[in-house]
């Protein structure tokens, strides 16, 4: 039976030792409420560290044995790999990086070695229980390298991966110095999941820049693979905290909290104790309030509770200090005999008191100066049955995507946060209903359930395109057919584009000339009885004359406004003009001096700007620049834009490859016709050539052409079958 096999660093369980033995309790954390439906099933499996050091091998066994009643798996670490993996590179490298944190981040090799051992720890164990068919979900940043680990031994398998911490931009993303292994890692996964589009993005715009590999859209394509990756705002099982609200212990408890805050109102606030979560700018903002608009003093009260973490560790041990400090500070200025302005709290409590808190304030201050997403503003919306309440949320968290109708600040702002907290304090109850009802819909709709249902759905949605994808590959049983076809042939004719087809491409364009084993693979081609080779080509005519026109072959230059037979002289098609050219070229140098690296080629009745040696980034950005320009210049003039690999090329629109093939097949009787490109001209040839062709894409395949292979070095060795007996 085929199976879903989840790893995170943690398994969903509390560990507690008695007496030597070990005592294990699920977990309600979030991911293990989602993903609960999943691993329990059939015989799934969550795979993941289980909390505590057990170095005995006889506990060990006895541990993953009850484990394994609860469909878990354990991997075990010892005390160095958890300081240098988890606290050492997980949470002093990354974890501060990708919270725009980097001043804090530690750059250590032996943090880097035990990153990569612990990773691999974590792929034997799945190999031990992965086969083929089976479905693997990676989750998170302690796992980055993971997917491609398990890649590399099951090529076929199916991977998703998802990281529920934000992903930085490429300026912070390229501090790190294992950049290019870790994005080469995390491409082993089919599926890549982030909680917003700036996420996506910035993971796309990092692969484009440190990787050789390509994007379209959100599809990369990287190592012949094609790697999906899309945002999947991750939700929380809000039916849980609906019903939490007439749990008996939950109303004693929102009782209690109603006798001792009687008319104030209640500004809640819970974070992990972290850098990243504001939790100062919020005290600042807090204190500003009551020294500016004393009016509040006694009316308003924040409840604030900090979840203790890594408090060894000396930014947090820091940061405990300076929040300690401040609260003390704003309760000593500002209470009075019967009200303390903050109730501070550094502990975690029990589900049954936070959801009275959750049902209880008026207020939830949730102002992370970066978050992936934030479920405590999700769990704050669930909670609230009466429609009341208002939540005020950091745009720096995944959540303020979706829960517009919150109060929105800039958490660097402490006027901002002070004028949302006094918005929020006198807002209308209708005003409140509106905002909660639409919030509340957004919660509920896209739950837990939902963000598992849809990411594994999309998953099998990506296998099915890659599959979609390998069979139009060129594989041996293809090109054995193929050939067999060709040889039964009596009058054959195969198209070849040039470049990116027959040679690979070179930074100067003049440099990418033919060599002697291209010349010798033609020569020979063309030589064989019933074949008619026809180069066709965007390159300018004289240069493809210099280099072919002295072999048997027919050419086809620009596109198709200089053609030329094997013993004939180049002629022209009719009825061109190049006058629109004096129009269109200023605009191209207009562009060009603004970009280094980029020139302009002119053809008979083309022009092209190239953009090939161009800084990453800023060549696309001018590239999409000059083809909104020109896209208005080119309407009326019966021209033609064409985007390529690095290339805007502006032509007439009766030059295509298409037309100048079919003119070709006019000529003669062939029943063996083939065509082969890499580029957007040579869709044209794909499209107009008979449904029985064999037409051919390189180095993509997202095409019209029948098959594809994936570079000109598959090329010359298939054109090399074509040529021997064998």
């Known amino acids: 039976m085929r199976k879903t096999i989840i790893v995170s660093n943690r398994l969903p369980v509390k560990m507690m030792e008695q007496d030597g033995d070990y005592i294990l309790q699920a977990s309600e954390g979030g991911l293990a409420t989602g993903l609960g439906s999943i691993y329990r099933e059939g015989n799934n499996i969550w795979i993941g560290w289980p909390g505590q050091e057990i170095s005995d091998s006889k506990q060990q066994e006895k541990v993953t044995a009850q484990l394994r009643q609860m469909n878990l798996m354990p991997v075990f670490l010892t005390e160095e790999e958890i300081n240098n993996f988890y606290e050492g590179f997980s949470n002093e490298t990354l974890w501060p990086v990708f919270h725009y944190m980097s001043v804090y981040a530690r750059y250590e090799q032996v943090y880097w070695d035990a990153y990569y051992q612990v990773n691999k720890k974590f792929r034997d164990i799945v190999l031990s229980v992965a086969e083929p068919g089976d479905t693997i979900w990676v989750q998170d940043y302690q796992l980055l390298l993971l997917p491609g680990m398990i890649r590399a031994e099951l090529p076929e398998i199916s991977i998703g991966f998802f990281q529920h ?70 939700g929380i099982d809000d039916k849980k905290y609906g019903e939490l609200g007439q749990d008996p212990q939950v109303l004693a408890n929102i009782q209690q909290l109603k006798d001792t805050f009687k008319t104030e109102k209640m500004i809640l606030s819970i974070d992990r104790l972290d850098y990243s979560k504001g939790i100062l700018q919020r005290l600042h903002a807090f204190e500003l309030l009551l020294q500016l608009y004393p009016e509040y003093v006694g009316k308003v009260v924040l409840y604030m509770i900090v979840v203790p973490s890594r408090d060894n560790v000396s930014q947090y041990k820091q940061l405990r200090e300076d929040i300690d400090r401040k609260v003390g500070h704003i309760n000593a200025k500002f209470r009075t005999l019967s009200w303390h302005p903050i109730q501070y709290f550094y502990r975690s409590f029990p589900m049954e008191m936070l959801s009275a808190l959750y049902n209880f304030a008026d207020i939830c201050l949730v102002t992370p100066m970066r978050d992936g997403m934030n479920l405590v503003s999700k769990e704050y919306v669930a909670s609230r049955n009466n429609n009341d309440g208002v939540l005020i949320l950091s745009e720096m968290a995944g959540a303020s995507k979706e829960l517009i109708d919150a109060i929105i600040v800039n958490p660097n702002n402490i006027g901002s946060i002070m004028t949302a907290i006094m918005e929020a304090v006198n807002m209308p109850l209708e005003e409140q209903q509106r905002r909660m009802k639409a919030m509340r819909q957004v919660v509920s709709k896209f739950n837990i359930h939902h963000w598992v249902k849809l990411f594994m759905d999309r998953l099998k949605e990506v296998n099915t395109m890659q599959q979609n994808m390998l069979a139009r590959r060129v594989n041996p049983e293809t090109a054995m057919y193929i050939r067999q076809e060709y040889r039964k042939a009596q009058g054959r004719i195969i198209f070849l584009d040039y470049d990116g087809t027959l040679v690979g491409f070179q930074a100067n364009i003049d440099q990418a000339s033919p060599d002697p084993d291209l ?168 499209k107009d050539l008979p449904p029985d062709a064999y037409t051919i894409k390189v180095g993509s395949q997202v095409s019209a052409a029948r098959y594809y292979l994936r570079s000109f070095h598959e090329v010359r060795h298939f054109l090399r079958t074509l040529k021997s007996n064998k």
């Open 165 to 234: 911490i934000p992903f930085p931009s490429f300026e912070l993303f390229r501090l790190i110095p294992w950049r290019a292994e870790i994005l080469e890692g995390m491409l082993g996964a089919d599926l890549m999941g982030f909680h917003t589009f700036d996420d996506t993005r910035y993971f796309l715009e990092a692969v484009n820049r440190l990787l050789p590999a390509k994007t379209t859209a959100n599809v990369v394509t990287f190592n012949d693979r094609a790697i999906v990756v899309e945002t999947f705002p991750m």
């Open 519 to 686: 010349y010798q693979l033609l020569r020979e081609l063309a030589a064989i009885p019933g074949n008619r080779i026809v180069m066709i080509s965007g390159r300018n005519h004289d240069t493809l004359g210099k280099w072919f026109g002295h072999m048997p072959l027919d050419l086809v230059a620009e596109h198709g406004a200089w053609q030329k037979t094997k013993n004939g002289d180049w002629f022209q098609l009719p009825g061109l003009s190049d006058k629109w050219k004096q129009e269109i070229l200023p605009l191209m140098e207009m562009v060009t001096d603004r970009t280094p690296g980029a020139f302009i080629e002119e053809k008979s009745y083309s022009l092209v700007w190239h953009y090939r040696k161009v800084e990453a980034g800023l060549g696309e950005l001018r590239a999409n620049e000059l083809m909104s320009t020109l896209r208005y210049y080119t309407q009326e003039k019966g021209l033609q834009i064409l985007p390529g690999d690095m290339v805007i090329e502006v032509k007439n629109v009766e030059i295509n490859k298409g037309k100048a093939a079919l003119s070709w097949l006019q000529e003669g009787n062939y029943d063996f016709i083939m065509a082969m490109g890499d580029d957007v001209t040579d869709e044209d040839i794909f």
